[in-house]
């Protein structure tokens, strides 16, 4: 009978899989984890906080760094409780283009998740692949807002500037070519039976255990359960597409992945329809007063991004700044269940398992 003891393993903060400055103190017995607690708080720089003294327009650009790969989709949610507490109707104009940006930055999101997963567990190519084409991405929001990570692009009651000339027909000539691409990706790594053998059934829970941890996002419909806000609780002009909510049943790290890569395919299908359907003319600003002061109150607004439900919490006493602001952040809920999935797990899954989850340290930490 071989004699093991425990030991306790730090994985991160500087650990290159761990996406970003986060901690697992991991006890093993031999090759297989009995205990992960996560430590959070690397990246803590008090976002909430420092809103309560900042004005409204001035508060967007953190939203930016907080998921810094879906920096349109933050952007976006903040704007959107703001408008909803003054009422605001936002210029047709303006919620396409927001649309369409928030929908190519899901693409980019997910990009950088397949290309960095696959990298993680073994595969180079799939990597540079992924990142060729959010480049193509990354360009084309660069040339609306002038920034290629942190867009600062959303206003409340629209958006920073109009699309520059020719600009909807380079959106409109990516898309079929991102269809081309994503074909190329099944090929290469859906098919792949190493690949398919190394995520499948690593990593499972159940959609009550989904629910129980309130997971959002490809961490839920992993688990077969239908549930995205574009569709549920529609806002902006998302009521206006036909699209479908891809769901898996498996629970595992393969379920997640098959959501994410069908995810990508319907938000091509959304920015399809949204070029089609697009205002020949029309303002990209609603009438706002020179200093945003939402009415005394409160509001709590949710939407879909990349990683799930974000949701942002603003209690206004009439004043420039909010008295008060909270903000749902998708990659901490989803983290939670980390400890669980990995306990009884063989440390070679950890990678895998993590990676699955798809977290942004900026977002955890907040």
Request: proline content about 5%; charged content about 25%; hydrophobic content about 40%.
């Amino acid at each position: 009978m071989i004699r093991t003891e425990e030991m306790l393993l730090n994985v991160g903060p500087q650990h290159p899989s761990t996406h970003g400055v986060f901690r697992l103190v991991v006890k093993i017995d031999g090759e297989i984890i009995k205990e992960a607690t996560p430590v959070v708080g690397y990246l803590h720089r008090g976002t909430e906080k420092l809103a309560e003294k900042l004005q409204y327009t001035q508060i967007i650009p953190y939203t930016d760094r907080m998921d810094y790969l879906s920096a349109m989709t933050n952007n976006y949610v903040i704007c959107h409780a703001v408008e909803t507490m003054m009422d605001l109707e936002v210029p047709e104009r303006a919620e396409y283009l927001r649309v369409i940006v928030m929908e190519l930055g899901r693409v980019a999101s997910h990009l950088v998740w397949f290309g960095t997963y696959l990298l993680d567990i073994g595969a180079m190519s799939p990597f540079l692949y992924a990142f060729r084409e959010r480049e193509a991405i990354i360009n084309l929001l660069n040339e609306l807002s002038g920034a290629r990570l942190t867009f600062n692009y959303m206003r409340v009651g629209g958006v920073k500037w109009d699309a520059p000339e020719g600009w909807l027909e380079k959106v409109a000539a990516f898309v079929p070519y991102m269809r081309k691409e994503l074909n190329g990706y099944h090929e290469l790594v859906t098919g792949n039976e190493i690949f398919v053998s190394r995520v499948k059934g690593v990593g499972t829970y159940t959609k009550e255990e989904a629910l129980q941890y309130s997971l959002s996002g490809a961490n839920l419909r992993c688990t077969g359960i239908k549930a995205d806000l574009r569709k549920d609780e529609p806002y902006s002009i998302y009521d206006r597409f036909d699209f479908d909510i891809p769901v898996q049943e498996g629970g595992d790290c393969w379920a997640k992945y098959l959501c994410r890569m069908a995810e990508m395919e319907e938000s091509l299908k959304i920015v399809e329809q949204a070029l089609a359907q697009f205002p020949a003319e029309g303002p990209i600003m609603a009438k706002t007063p020179r200093i945003i002061k939402p009415p005394v109150g409160e509001t709590y607004v949710r939407i879909e991004s990349p990683r799930g439900e974000i949701g942002w919490y603003i209690a206004s006493q009439g004043k420039k700044e909010p008295y008060r602001l909270k903000f749902r952040r998708p990659s901490f809920y989803n983290l939670q269940i980390l400890p669980k999935l990995l306990e009884g797990e063989p440390l070679a899954n950890l990678i895998a398992i993590l990676g699955g989850i798809d977290i942004v340290l900026g977002e955890v930490d907040g």
